[in-house]
């Protein structure tokens, strides 16, 4: 291999954790070759955030300041990140599948003609041909593949977040930081943002909880999910809900568990009617323990479970909630 | 304004087939269709047909083409489309294209577009619900030097271009690009319309335009894969479920409270 090069990316005025998740992955797969492991940082002024790349496990930092990858706009951020790719001709790109790096991975593939992996939870080296073997989950989870890249070109890897822990930070290692030039025009981007609408979550994030209450299809309409926030929040957790819950107009989208939705980590997530389809579960994988409380005792959600109630939530829920209340008060 | 749109629509294993009955060939590192549930249209590709069809009402001159790349066919599966108002039906349609990755199959899509013309507006669905790739349509747009825009919620078209809200995890982005533009549509569009049944009489009476590999100008090398497929199976989950059982079912709510504080859960 010739060294991994990571997307670094900055969230507001931080680092973005994927950012030292992705640090990980990248030494893992360079413990056996000893390859280096860069994070490039694009921005407007993206230097001050080199030290924490560093911090968050890079070797190396490669930094391309611009105004126009000030505001993010994807189509200049692309261009950039090509530019610092063919200048530094790594082996492996490694890029979070984030809001950017899931659309960015691939078109970078596509636009250099190399292979892509997209949606990888684990990588490794094979050992005799020194190639990069991903895993992904795919048909939404009821399967698992496994593949690798052919040829010798650049292997890109677009890596699903919080499949692996961001370390602290380790503010003794030291690194090189190198200023890259690009040339960037502002004719590159054809698709432009010109606004977000961001609804500001209350209390608990979804993503950040450590105990997530979920309902699906069987609550039946938006009322019971008034009794599940009350739990949730009693809990000091938050509330999350299935696709068909959501798309039932009972629950913004913004509650969704999912292939499609949010990806949950939580030490406790307790769902109520919901039947656990794959692609739920691909949202939940990372949940320590999953409860559930469902009338059908085939349901595929208590493949998951290490707690489960067969019975009807209009009888189960209320006596749980009675007594959890009982509990914490006492 | 005259439209063309184009929307990408893929025939899948039916997403919904219970994860019991679902099956993999390890040898042929394929999924085995389950007895008796049909393939469908992928269904975000059926919200992209709804888009396109919201924008032909919005529009007064439009013209919808459902185009797909596959082999084995299944016509009643993806006359569905058609049965929902689309006006045409391209198949790209042979052995040669039947597996490609998502490089293979971008390339074969671009070419069968180039080869239709014209085109304003290439509509695909976010995600095809077998490999979950996501990277086909960003693809066609790499390949044809089209701007592109995921993940769409809503969808306008006007003189000056096309506005989109793609869908954040919290929220949505407003985006903007100039005609043609290749643009990924989402659930949260809203659901799709059923067939009616002047709609299910209309398609029926349809013939779809058929090409093979050879007619769309793909050369063998084009469509050779970039990832190699070398394991495919069903993961296996060690979890084993502590069902509470009390006298009723309130009992058991009240005795599952007890056991996760009895495990520190609560
Ligand atoms: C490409 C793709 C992506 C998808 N992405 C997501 C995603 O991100 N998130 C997601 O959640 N889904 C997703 N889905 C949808 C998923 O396949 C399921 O359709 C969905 O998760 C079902 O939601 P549900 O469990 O609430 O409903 P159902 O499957 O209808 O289950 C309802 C459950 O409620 C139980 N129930 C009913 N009444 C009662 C009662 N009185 N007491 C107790 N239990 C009761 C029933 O036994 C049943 O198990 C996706 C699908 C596709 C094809
Ligand atoms: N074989 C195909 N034929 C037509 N459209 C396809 C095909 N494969 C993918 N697409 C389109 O690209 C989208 C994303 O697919 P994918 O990248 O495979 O997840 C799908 O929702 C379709 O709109």
């Known amino acids: 291999m010739a060294g991994i090069l990571i997307l670094g990316e900055i969230e507001g005025d931080a680092l973005g954790s994927i950012t030292g998740e992705l640090a990980t992955v990248g030494q893992a797969l360079a413990a056996t070759s000893g390859d280096e492991v860069a994070v490039a940082l694009l921005g407007g002024t993206p230097d001050s955030f080199a030290g924490d790349a560093i911090a968050a496990g890079a070797d190396k930092v490669y930094t391309v300041a611009d105004p126009l990858l000030a505001d993010g706009q994807i189509d200049a951020y692309l261009s950039a990140f090509e530019q610092a790719v063919q200048q530094t001709s790594p082996s492996v790109v490694l890029i979070g599948k984030t809001e950017l790096g899931r659309d960015l991975g691939p078109r970078l593939a596509f636009r250099m003609g190399v292979g892509v992996a997209q949606d990888c939870v684990e990588l490794s080296v094979d050992e005799s041909t020194g190639r990069v073997s991903a895993l992904r989950p795919v048909y939404g989870g009821n399967a698992m593949a496994k593949v690798t890249f052919q040829g010798d070109g650049i292997q890109i890897a677009v890596v699903r977040p919080k499949t692996t822990e961001a370390p602290e930070p380790d503010t003794s290692r030291t690194g090189e930081t190198q200023a890259l030039s690009v040339e960037l025009e502002s004719s590159v981007i054809k698709a432009r943002r010109v606004d977000t609408v961001t609804q500001a979550s ?120 009675e007594t959890v209340s009982e509990l914490i008060n006492s | 304004m005259a439209l063309n749109i184009i929307v990408c629509a893929k025939q899948v294993v039916d997403p919904e087939t219970p994860a019991s009955a679902f099956r993999i060939d390890p040898d042929t590192k394929q999924v085995v269709p389950a007895q008796g549930i049909p393939p469908v249209v992928n269904g975000f590709d059926e919200n992209a047909v709804e888009a396109a069809l919201q924008i032909k009402e919005a529009s007064s001159d439009a013209t919808i083409t459902v185009l797909s790349v596959g082999s084995g066919f299944v016509m009643d599966v993806m006359k569905k489309p058609l049965s929902m108002g689309a006006d045409q039906l391209i198949l790209v349609d042979d052995p040669a294209v039947g597996n490609l990755d998502a490089f293979g199959t971008a390339t074969a899509l671009a070419e069968a577009i180039r080869k239709i013309g014209e085109y304003d507006l290439i509509l695909c669905g976010r995600q095809a619900s077998d490999w979950d790739n996501a990277m086909v349509p960003l693809g066609i747009a790499e390949i044809l030097g089209l701007p592109c825009i995921t993940i769409a919620q809503k969808i306008e078209v006007s003189d000056d271009g096309v506005t989109v809200h793609k869908a954040l995890s919290d929220g949505y982005e407003v985006v903007k690009a100039e005609l043609p533009a290749v643009v990924t549509i989402t659930n949260e569009l809203g659901e799709p319309r059923y067939p009616t049944l002047r709609g299910i009489m209309t398609a029926s009476r349809k013939t779809p335009t058929v090409w093979d590999a050879s007619e769309v100008g793909l050369s063998h090398d084009q469509l050779s894969h970039k990832l190699d497929l070398t394991e495919l199976y069903i993961p296996v989950s060690d979890t084993e479920c502590e069902f509470i059982e009390g006298e009723d079912d309130a009992d058991s709510g009240r005795l599952l409270a007890l056991k996760l504080r009895e495990a520190r859960l609560i």
């Not at chain 1, 292939?259 to 990372?286: E, F, N, R, W």
């Not at chain 1, 290490?306 to 909630?321: C, E, R, T």
Request: hydrophobic share 40%; aromatic share 6%.
């Open chain 1, 202 to 321: 209350e209390g608990v994030r979804l993503e950040d909880a450590t105990i997530v209450v979920s309902g699906g299809r069987g609550l039946g309409g938006e009322e019971p999910f008034e009794t599940l926030a009350g739990l949730a929040s009693m809990l000091g957790g938050a509330m999350g809900a299935s696709r068909a819950a959501c798309d039932a107009g009972w629950l913004d989208h913004s509650y969704q568990v999912g292939l499609t939705g949010k990806t949950i980590t939580p030490d406790l997530y307790i769902t109520v009617a919901i039947s656990g389809a794959s692609q739920h579960m691909a949202g939940c994988s990372g949940a320590k323990h999953v409860v559930a409380i469902n009338r059908d005792q085939d349901a595929n959600i208590f493949k998951s479970c290490s707690y489960g109630v067969v019975g009807d939530w209009n009888k189960v829920l209320p006596a749980f909630i």
